[in-house]
């Protein structure tokens, strides 16, 4: 009786050496290293890798040179000769109140004013990262290089936005216009913009192994290795490039070394299903007013009583303003206590949702890790009262990579975005990661939707949502 071979996948190329293990088995029954799958990984396109890193680590740099300039016109906030350095918070704080409101208005005005001029010069041409990602098509580069730019404008004036949408688009941008140049198929070009968008990610926060799990796990759905190669590769290129401008060390230095306590333990299992939840009701927050933003000439007044009130916001909290590092800064740090947390964690979304709705474009990576961060921060303070044993930025770590999870349906992502961004938390990543599997879970469970499919515009001649 003739015993029959396993089934095996063809891979394909085929590697180097053709001979098998004694076994007979083959090495692609090893489901993540069979084939290149739709987009073949040829040397042209491994240089095309490369070059997509360097286009997006240099944009994200001129990006953040944009950013940090407008802070200190603003601010006075002391961007160095070379480097950035000091407190965005600390400079917003220091200004005087009507300065911050003052500044906030010019943000709205010339925001609202500039976004109506570029999204009609443009109408029709694509600047949504995500969207192209995951459903092809071709980002327009001069709608995107000017979406980029006035949002680092807006920012560097206080908007509560993110900092990275910006580089993450142009990062994209610079893998479109290869994928054109060099006549790639459908296949190349999702995979080579994705790799440039979570390159971009990467360059500004300095979290190559973030931004690489980010382009698998969010904007290709996927772990493979022929996925997994080239978004490692990109995102380190890219994060090496930005070093001609931005620091090589971590976005939130002096992060003390937390351990594992059983207080910890105890809170990320009961925390995980309420921020899973929170995490809901702020992405449909986030989907709401993105879906009934502001556009054409209504943009121009909204923006700016949407900038204007957070101004007024500003003089109580000055930690509103920007992206929210400053608030989760303090966090991580054991800063601020519960009801300045708790306060910070009622208020950071609501101005966000405000921006968004007022017809505004940013990123949403740093405005929910610091709502987590401040989260857990202020409910660590309170489950300390009952069982001492962990500094609250403990539980603010904690807080930031379920929130992050939740938010962003990435786990893997968010635990290594949050590893990397913060230098430590190899001590307490047992709560991190239980936490977080909890909240995601929970969050996938109830709605599925995440920070960026929530802000999918809606398609043409679709039939209206049920409420």
């Not at 610091?370 to 609250?392: D, K």
Request: with cysteine; aromatic share 8%; net charge positive.
């Amino acid at each position: 009786m003739t015993r029959e071979r396993p089934s095996e996948r063809l891979r394909v190329p085929q590697p180097v050496i053709r001979s098998r293990l004694p076994s007979g088995r083959g090495a692609t029954e090893q489901p993540n290293v069979t084939g290149d799958g739709p987009a073949s990984l040829s040397l042209v396109f491994w240089l095309l890798v490369a070059a997509a890193g360097v286009g997006a680590g240099l944009l994200g740099d001129a990006m953040m040179v944009v950013l940090f300039n407008v802070q200190h016109l603003a601010y006075g906030y002391d961007t160095g000769t070379f480097h950035h350095a000091g407190s965005f918070e600390a400079a917003v704080a220091r200004a005087p109140a009507g300065r911050r409101v003052i500044d906030l208005a010019v943000a709205g005005a010339l925001g609202g004013l500039a976004w109506y001029l570029l999204r009609r010069l443009t109408e029709g041409e694509k600047s949504e990262l995500d969207d192209v990602a995951w459903h092809g098509g071709r980002l327009s580069a001069r709608r995107s290089l000017g979406t980029g730019i006035i949002s680092e404008v807006v920012i560097g004036l206080g908007a509560s936005l993110g900092r990275e949408q910006a580089p993450k688009l142009l990062g994209g941008v610079t893998g479109s216009l290869l994928a054109d140049r060099f006549a790639l198929t459908a296949a190349q070009r999702r995979l080579l913009i994705a790799c440039g968008g979570g390159a971009g990610l990467a360059a500004v926060y300095n979290v190559p192994l973030g931004g690489a799990l980010f382009t698998a796990e969010v904007l290709l759905g996927t772990l493979a290795l022929p996925v997994v190669l080239p978004a490692l590769a990109c995102c380190l290129t890219a994060t090496f490039t930005s070093y001609l401008y931005l620091p090589a060390r971590a976005t939130y230095p002096g992060i003390p070394a937390y351990h594992l306590t059983w207080p910890l333990m105890a809170w990320a299992l009961l925390a995980g299903p309420a921020i899973g939840l929170l995490a809901v009701g702020y992405t449909r927050l986030v989907g709401w007013v993105s879906h009934h933003a502001a556009s054409g000439r209504a943009m121009i007044p909204a923006m700016l009583a949407a900038f204007t009130a957070l101004g007024l916001l500003g003089i109580a909290f000055p930690q509103l303003f920007g992206n929210g590092k400053g608030m989760a800064d303090d966090a991580f740090t054991g800063a601020g206590g519960a009801g300045l947390l708790l306060a910070l964690f009622a208020l950071k979304p609501l101005v966000t949702a405000m921006c968004l709705g007022s017809g505004a474009s940013g990123g949403l990576l740093t405005p929910t890790l610091s709502t987590g961060a401040v989260l857990g921060g202020g409910a660590g303070i309170l489950w300390s009262m009952a069982w001492p044993g962990s500094p609250s930025g403990s539980y603010a770590m904690v807080g930031a990579a379920a929130m992050l999870g939740a938010g962003m349906q990435a786990p893997l992502a968010s635990l290594a975005l949050v590893l990397e961004l913060t230098s430590g938390g190899f001590g307490i990543i047992a709560p991190m990661m239980t936490a977080t599997i909890i909240a995601t879970a929970v969050a996938r469970h109830l709605d599925g939707y995440s920070i960026y499919s929530a802000r999918l515009r809606a398609q043409p001649g679709a039939p209206p949502a049920a409420e």
